[in-house]
């Protein structure tokens, strides 16, 4: 499905070479202050044009079809769309008969029967996620009306290096890509957010990230190190009644349920299917082997442009966790520490 959430809900839709691509979001409060100009910061960390990103550039200028009046939300769904503009489909023809390798051209004929659009890799295109960074703006807005809420993304490695400038500038030059580790940590957040068992933070998020494309996997606090661990260099021992830790091996988060420390998170994005250097592969029209040369404009590195896409991904998720959150409020007393 396209459409994710309890209460915040959005719904993803358009292809890379459609018309336009967007989103719808639902169950946004009314009230928020929301003009074109708010989507600039993100939109801009996102954009095409830094070495090792694809040359296709687009306006990316927000249109607010609904849900706005008089530069605020007005409770009424909100639909944000983006103009596909600069589009060379013929690019993209020889993967209907010879499917990438890595890529979702196979599974999706499989699914859609060959019904799917094949231009610019259609709906499976990292173009669709410009709608989840622009819903993340609206969801910010709401995260800051419970606290101040502070996100810090940045790229770890790209390629197994830490030079990552480097790294991406090699595969480029090599006619390859390479991916990258993404760290994600947000301040502010409250204890209390999230379910146990089945809508636990931690599966909420990963829900979000795992839809963004090319992610392999996303890990929380200590992550796999915990396995090599032991409990007492695990723990996260408590410094103050408001449940602040000495450490963070936890990611801010214990039994599925936020716990006031930092959300920390960590993402592996795979390296982009699409590359220059020749790959063998099967002609699915002919049942052979052949040599696949793509051409078109790919990255060297999809996480230079994704990070904030993953950035988006965690905040959404977070919205909804929040409004769910509130709703609940009624029914939760507000003492901290209940004594008998």
């Known amino acids: 499905m396209n ?9 993803l839709y358009g292809e890379s070479h459609g018309k336009a691509v967007g989103v719808v979001i639902d169950g946004c409060p009314a009230g928020i202050s929301l003009t074109e100009e708010d989507f600039a910061e993100d939109l801009n960390r996102r954009k095409a044009g830094a070495e090792g990103t694809t040359t296709r550039t687009e ?20 639909h944000i769309a983006f103009r596909n503009e600069n589009i060379r489909s013929s690019d993209y023809e020889q993967f209907i008969d010879i499917p990438r390798p890595g890529h979702a051209d196979f599974s999706a004929m499989m699914k859609f029967q060959g019904w799917q659009d094949p231009r610019g890799s259609g709906h499976f295109s990292g173009r669709v996620s410009i709608g989840l960074v622009a819903a993340a703006v609206v969801a910010k807005k709401i995260l800051n009306s419970f606290s101040d809420i502070v996100f810090r993304t940045s790229l770890l490695e790209a390629g197994g290096s830490r030079d990552i400038d480097k790294a991406v500038y090699q595969a480029k030059e090599s006619g390859d890509s390479i991916g990258a580790l993404v760290e994600i940590r947000v301040s502010g957040v409250p204890a209390g957010w999230g379910e146990p068992f ?43 009644l408001h449940g602040r830790t000495a450490r963070n091996g936890a990611g801010g988060i214990n039994g599925g349920i936020t716990n006031g ?66 709703a609940e409020a009624p029914f939760i007393s507000n003492i901290p520490w209940r004594k008998s």
């Open 3 to 11: 459409t994710i959430g309890k209460i915040f809900c959005i719904s």
């Open 59 to 78: 306006s990316d200028k927000p249109i607010l079809l609904s849900g706005v009046f008089d530069g605020h939300t007005n409770g009424a769904p909100i």
């Open 198 to 240: 089945f809508d636990t933070a931690e599966s909420i998020i990963s829900h979000y990230i795992f839809a963004v494309p090319a992610v392999r996997g996303v890990e929380f606090g200590d992550g796999f190190a915990a396995a090599k661990m032991r409990g007492s260099q695990h723990n996260d021992p408590f410094i103050d």
């Open 261 to 326: 420390n930092d959300i920390l998170l960590r993402v592996a994005v795979k390296p982009a299917s699409s590359i220059a250097s020749t790959q063998n592969t099967l002609d699915f029209s002919r049942d052979e082997m052949v040599n696949l040369e793509i051409h078109g404009r790919h990255d060297a590195c999809i996480a230079l442009r994704g990070a904030v896409v993953l950035e988006a991904a965690t905040a959404c998720a977070l919205a909804d966790l929040a409004l769910v959150a509130r």
